[in-house]
C-alpha cells in the first residue's frame, strides 16, 4: 500500500481547486514509509473532507513543494501506462494548432499545464530533449522516455536535467543521451538543425540554453519579422539571433544584435551562415552587456525604429521583484529614449515574479521617465506549445508588451 500523505484542517483547499503543489506547511504527516518521488496517497485532513483521498502525488520530501500531484483521481494508478496517456494526450493537444504544425521545434510537454509536473520535453527535428526537475519525474525518467518515443517516433532522447532548480529537490544534475538507438556524436552529435519559418537555426541540445533553444518566442519572432521591413533594428539579449534572423527575412534595413555570452554569438554567426537567402551585410552582432550598451548609444543620440528586450529571468522569485523591477524599468527606459518616432519597443520579462499588470506598471513608469507618449498595440505571451492550465497560474512566466511611441 502506498504511503498516506495527511494534510492539516483545511488545506485541502488549493487541491479540490485542482492546483498540483502541496507545500510543507500544508502537511500534517506521512503514514508509512516513501522514498523521494515515491507515489502517496494526499489526504485531507479534519473537516468535511476529512479522510478522503483527494490525489495521488508524488513525494519530494527534500522541497519546499513537499508533493506534486501527478492525478485528481484517486483510483487512478501511477504506472508506465499512466505516462503513457499523459504524454501521449500532451502531444495530441498541440495537433489542434495550425500554427504548430509542421514546427521543427516544439514543446510536447510543459510540466504542471501539462498534468506532468516537473517534466519538459521539446522535440528538435528527430530529437527529444527532456528536462526533469523533480522527484518524482526523475524516478519516472524511464517510463517518460519511453512513452515519448512511442509518441513521437524519435529515437534520440537528450536528458538536460542540469536545471539549478533541481537542488531544491535534493537532486543532483544529469545530462546525457538516453540510452536507446541513434545515439550519440556519431549520430551527429548534439547540434541538430531546425527550421523555424524558413530559417535555419542550429540548437545545440548539450550546452544551449533551457534545452537548446527559446522555443517559447517563436510566435513573437514571426510578429517580429511581420513588422521588420526597411526598419532600423536593435535586437537586445539576442542569444543565438532568433529574433534577428527572422528581422532580416522580414526585410530589416539594418540589425543590430547585442548579447554578453561569446558562444551564444558565435552560434549566431553560424546560423547566419546557415541562411544564405539573408543579406548578412545588415547584420551587426556585439558581444555586450545589453545596459551599457544602450547607454551607450543612447549618449551618441542614436536611434532605431524597432528595439527588441528579451532579458533574462531578472527575478528568479518574489524575492528579487523590487530590485529585477528596477532592472526592467532601467533597460525599457534607455530603449524609450533610443525610439525614433513612430518606432515600436518589443519588450519581455520572462520572470516568474513579475505579472503582467506589474510588467506594465514598469514599461509605462520608464515611458514616463523617458518623456515618451507610447500605446500598448500587442500583448505577447508565450507559443501556443506553452499553454498556461487555468488552475495554475505560475505557469504564465512569459509576458511581453508591443509598444508604439507617439510619430
Ligand atoms: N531572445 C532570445 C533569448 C534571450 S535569452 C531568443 O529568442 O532566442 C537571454 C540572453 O541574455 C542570453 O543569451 C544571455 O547570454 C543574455 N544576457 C544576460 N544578461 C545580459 C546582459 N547584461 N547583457 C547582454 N546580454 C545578456
Known sequence: MSAQLILHAGKEKSLLRRHPWIFAGSVAELEGRARPGDTV?????DGRYAGQVLAKAAWSPASQIRARVWSFDAAEVIDNAFFKRRVATAVARRAAFPELKGQDGLRLIHAESDGLPGVIADQYGDTVVVQLTSAGAEKWRDAIADA??????????????DSEVRAREGLEPHSGWLPGAGTGDADGGSRVVIDEYGVRM???VAIGHKTGFYLDQRENRLLLRGLAAGRRVLNCFCYTGGFSLQ?????????????????????ARDNLALNPQLDGTRAE????????????RRDANETFDLIVLDPPKFAPSAAHVERASRAYKDINLNAFKLLAPGGLLMTYSCSGGIGLELFQQIVAGAALDARRDAAIV???QGAADHP????????EYLKGLLVQVAP
Not at 498556461?388 to 505557469?395: C, K
Open 41 to 45: 496517497e494526499v489526504v485531507a485532513g
Open 148 to 161: 515519448l518515443r512511442k509518441s513521437t517516433g524519435c529515437a534520440r532522447i537528450y536528458d538536460r536535467s
Open 202 to 204: 542550429v540548437v545545440d
Open 247 to 267: 528581422a532580416l527575412a522580414g526585410g530589416a534595413r539594418e540589425v543590430i544584435s547585442v548579447d554578453s555570452s561569446a558562444p551564444a554569438l558565435a552560434l
Open 285 to 296: 552582432w556585439l558581444a555586450a552587456s545589453v545596459n551599457e550598451e544602450l547607454r551607450r
Open 378 to 380: 500587442r500583448r505577447l
Open 388 to 395: 498556461v492550465a487555468l488552475s495554475f497560474p505560475e505557469g
